[in-house]
């Protein structure tokens, strides 16, 4: 079973950072495109940033600088660090695994707050 397994996230004051992991397994991990989304309440789920199976790096304009995606083909792992964290950063982190179909994390909560 396709399993994807966030972690990391936490309260945080603006300015800080946190480190989101995603571990999965039932799935040939280096042959996936990986990503991060993101949901805030009252909005849509917003891509984050990806990484493909080919090491190629996107990222929305907001979190550009601030954010960097990874990935540990050897750990089934993918890492998103965030820096200088923002209060509009607030939302539901989910990890996401791309190819032929389309698989979820159950999502991290990251709360950026004063």
């Known amino acids: 079973q396709v399993q994807l397994v966030e972690s990391g996230g936490g309260l945080v004051q603006p300015g800080g950072s946190l480190r989101l992991s995603c571990v999965a397994s039932?799935?040939?991990?280096?042959?996936?495109?990986m990503g991060w989304y993101r949901q805030a309440p009252g909005k849509q789920r917003e891509l984050v940033a990806t990484i493909t199976r080919g090491g190629t790096i996107n990222y929305r304009t907001s979190v550009k600088g601030r954010f960097t995606i990874s990935r540990d083909n050897a750990k089934n792992t993918t890492y998103l660090q965030m820096n200088n964290l923002e209060p509009e950063d607030t939302a539901v982190y989910y990890c996401n695994a791309a190819l032929t179909k389309m698989y979820w994390g159950q999502g991290t909560q990251v709360t950026v707050s004063s």
């Open positions: 039932g799935i040939i991990f280096s042959g996936f495109n």
